[in-house]
């Protein structure tokens, strides 16, 4: 480490002071002080070194010896109230450590190069080996599959980015993989929304005309609702005479009126005896779980039919596996990428001082990426807690 850490320690001065003084990021001045790591550019250099000097003649302590490496010590400096920092100043820091959430990030260049990746490692599935499976996505998976293959009535809800697409894509894919007899019906939902004033309801005509599309692609659809069901009726028996299970699967369920959810209720009756002929699946975010709440009248048959199962997010002992499964998938090792520190901090950043979670592979995601970008910028060779706490 630089002296100067000592230095600020025996002044009383706290670090996020000096890079407020320099103009710089917190983990600027954290990368100098413990590892000795100087910005890349000479002007760069003779700039941060000016007003460091600059920093410590406003406390009469100028000295160019401060900028030597000595052997680290054990913590054992007095905690100081900072200076430079006013009320103002600790609010936002409060505040930025509250924003848990990022918005959609991107790998720069400069970072790609830095890091010597070919590609974003947190960027579109483009195949199943390339799906973290944890153990709630591997029992949420295995419901999903069942309820395909034997049929009942499953609800999946989870928050956005959970990886509640990505199960549905993977169930589509083992079937394929695997020749099943399984055929799944997907209503589009590409302008679905509650009300007509927001959007297209899914009504169960949709629905209905999905099933006919699917099954029976070369009929015309009938007109009118007792010959269109009727329709329905017999083409689900005809696929089921052919071997076949029939599922229907909703993604962004949230969106759906509680009348189509009544009717869908209906569609799981259609049998032929004791045997049902198609299956459903909804997936969607936890308004939907609102949807289902045993205490709403308009559902009650519903509820009493349908198997709620909830993708929670994953433990803290988890992110580890998670970004070391996703950096391999690109050729990394993810000891090369962020220390132990930066990956203890990510879980506590994502988990709010109330205890609700959001380590889900999406958040957990941009908040890497944001990272890496910062570290390219400020040229640290690997992520470590500061850098992370640079992430807002």
């Not at 069901?229 to 759906?256: D, P, T």
């Not at 957990?364 to 690997?382: C, D, E, H």
Request: net charge negative; aromatic share 4%; with cysteine.
């Amino acid at each position: 480490m630089l002296a100067l850490k000592k230095t600020l320690n025996e002044l009383g001065l706290l670090q996020t002071a000096l890079a407020i003084h320099c103009n710089v990021s917190d983990a600027t001045i954290a990368q100098l002080l413990n590892h000795g790591l100087w910005p890349k550019t000479e002007t760069k250099r003779n700039e941060l070194r000016e007003k460091i000097l600059a920093f410590l003649k406003q406390h009469n302590a100028e000295n160019d010896s401060v900028f030597d490496v000595v052997e680290a010590e054990p913590m054992k400096h007095l905690q100081a109230i900072p200076k430079a920092l006013t009320p103002k100043d600790t609010d936002k820091k409060s505040e930025e450590d509250d924003h848990m959430l990022l918005s959609r990030q991107s790998l720069t260049p400069e970072a790609k190069r830095h890091f010597s990746l070919m590609r974003n490692p947190f960027t579109d599935l483009s195949c199943a080996e390339d799906m973290w499976v944890s153990p709630d996505i591997r029992y949420v998976r295995e419901c999903m599959f069942t309820t395909a293959k034997h049929g009942g009535f499953l609800a999946v809800i989870g928050e956005s980015g959970s990886g509640k697409s990505i199960i549905a894509t993977d169930l589509e894919q083992r079937i394929n993989d695997e020749n099943l007899p399984i055929t799944l019906i997907k209503p589009y939902v590409l302008a679905a929304e509650e009300t007509e004033s927001r959007g297209t309801m899914l009504k169960s005509a949709h629905v209905a005309e999905s099933i006919l599309r699917t099954l029976a692609p070369n009929s015309p659809v009938r007109i009118g609702p007792e010959a269109r069901f009727r329709q329905i009726h017999n083409a689900l028996i005809e696929s089921h005479k052919s071997g076949y299970s029939n599922c229907i699967v909703i993604e962004e369920a949230h969106s759906m009126p509680i009348t189509t959810l009544r009717h869908l209720k209906r569609i799981l009756e259609l049998r032929i005896g004791f045997t049902p002929l198609v299956s459903v699946i909804i997936i969607g975010q936890p308004e939907l779980k609102i949807k289902l709440s045993e205490r709403n009248a308009d559902v009650r048959e519903v509820v009493q039919r349908c198997e709620v199962v909830n993708l929670n997010p994953m433990r803290p002992e988890l992110v580890e596996d998670f970004l070391r499964h996703r950096f391999a998938r690109v050729g990394a090792k993810v000891e090369n990428i962020i220390d132990q520190s930066g990956i203890t901090r990510i879980a506590e950043r994502l988990v709010s001082r109330a205890g609700e979670s959001q380590l889900y592979p999406l958040a957990i995601g941009n908040f890497i990426l944001a990272a890496m970008n910062t570290a390219a910028n400020i040229g640290v060779p690997v992520i470590d807690s500061s850098i992370i706490d640079e992430v807002v």
